[in-house]
């Protein structure tokens, strides 16, 4: 492939524009370790990995999962195979925004080495799989949770809500938080309260996780003209926001060890969360500047550890105390 060259015009200071591909260039630059790379990306990979992860400790927790193991891998695989479509669908709606961001500018469909159609075409195919493997290996529940957890994020949280409210994280958190109980509901068959807490627990922790990441990123959200919190309310609503969330997920980290009686969890969700608070806390204290930017980027990096940590906190628990779900 050629070296990328971004170019500076009067139209377009930053260059960021000239960074997208042609018809032409996608031709002569087609390399297959390159292009399943762009497939890897378009799907959203590293996000989906987490959200199958929560899957799998829904179906975990859920009584008999071993018994169920096709349910299981059934589960799973559609989830991933509906997350990345989702992924995909949100970057189909989103090739201009994603040129005007520099986290995004070298996404596929930015650059143009993919094109709308074929994107269409992948998101389809994925979709069906997931829909096939769903529709076989699990229940009509599980189905339709998955698909309002595709549409909720590739459709409405990027179509209706990112453009227009800076509270659409919120909202558009709703279709991420989902996958605990849809892999509970791939076992049971039902929904119950434990799983239901576990979505409430990704709901809270997805304004703490995406906001200290929109402070950094704030100035190419404004001039993508997309209202995320600090570029509608400031930088000052926006940590006092994130610091509100980190202590909401905190408190609601806490309700699984009293459900379960799992003080290993508990120990683990206090401390980690403990530490998110205090990090919500010292990005509030800092002065603006480029110290508080960097810092923004760990609390957004620690988020993901975090969740990831009290998910396996929540397996470890189960497995070394063997609380009565099994
Ligand atoms: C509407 C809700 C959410 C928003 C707006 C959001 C936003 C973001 C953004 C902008 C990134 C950076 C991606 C990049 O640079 O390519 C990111 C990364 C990430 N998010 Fe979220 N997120 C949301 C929900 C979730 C959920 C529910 C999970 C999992 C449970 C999750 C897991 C991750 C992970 C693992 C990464 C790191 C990806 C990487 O390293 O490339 N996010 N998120
Ligand atoms: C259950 C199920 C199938 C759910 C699918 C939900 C899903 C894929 C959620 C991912 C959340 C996410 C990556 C948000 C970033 O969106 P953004 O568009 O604001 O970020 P960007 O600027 O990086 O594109």
Redesign the pocket.
Known sequence: MKSHVITATPSDPDGLLSAAGTEAARHQNFRPGLFLHDLWVLA?A??V???VF?AAVGEILAPNALIHWQSALAGLFGIALAGGAGGVLNQIVEPDLDQHMR??LHRPLAEGRISRRGAIVYAVLLMTAAIAILAWGTNPLTLILTLAGTVG?GVV?TLYLKPSTPW??VW??L???L?PLIGWTAITGSIAALPVVLVLL?FVW?PA??WP?AINCRRDYAKACIPMLPCTHGIDRTRKEVLNYAILTWVVSMIPAFLTGDWIYGGIAWLSGAWFVGMALRLKALPEGQEMDQYARSMFAYS?SY?FLLYTALILGKLVMGYGFF
Request: positive net charge.
């Open positions: 959203k590293r996000v990995s987490l959200l929560t986290r995004t994020y949280y659409n994280i558009g958190g279709a991420g938080a996958p990704v997805t996780h995406f990441l993901i969740l």
